[in-house]
Nanobody, 121 residues
């Protein structure tokens, strides 16, 4: 059974950093893609980044240069390093499973329950 658990969200000041984790179980991480998504209050779900089993990566324009995705297949965990945070990054962050690397929510097969990132002074 596929299971995804996010962690690492917190309240941080503008300009701060966090490292989000997505712990995966029930499948071999190296054979699939994992995407990170976020949803702010009143806004649509947004594909932020993804990584495939062949380490192909995608970043939304809004996070390029500030967010870095990585995968540790031995630990069955995908990370999202988020740097230089702004209030616009405040959202619930979710990881999701798909076959390759897709930023489209409709392409995802399974979702975690999310971790909250709040950027505020």
């Amino acid at each position: 059974q596929v299971h995804l658990v996010e962690s690492g969200g917190d309240l941080v000041q503008p300009g701060g950093s966090l490292k989000l984790s997505c712990a995966a179980s029930g499948f071999s991480l190296g054979n699939y893609g994992i995407g990170w998504f976020r949803q702010a209050p009143g806004k649509e779900l947004e594909g932020v980044s993804c990584i495939s089993g062949r380490d192909e990566e995608y970043y939304a324009d809004s996070v390029k240069g500030r967010f870095t995705i990585s995968s540790d297949n031995a630990k069955q965990t995908v990370y999202l390093q988020v740097d230089n945070l702004t209030s616009e990054d405040t959202a619930m962050y979710y990881c999701a499973l798909n076959g390759l690397c897709s930023p489209k929510p409709s392409d995802q097969a399974s979702w975690g329950s999310g971790t909250q990132v709040t950027v505020s002074s």
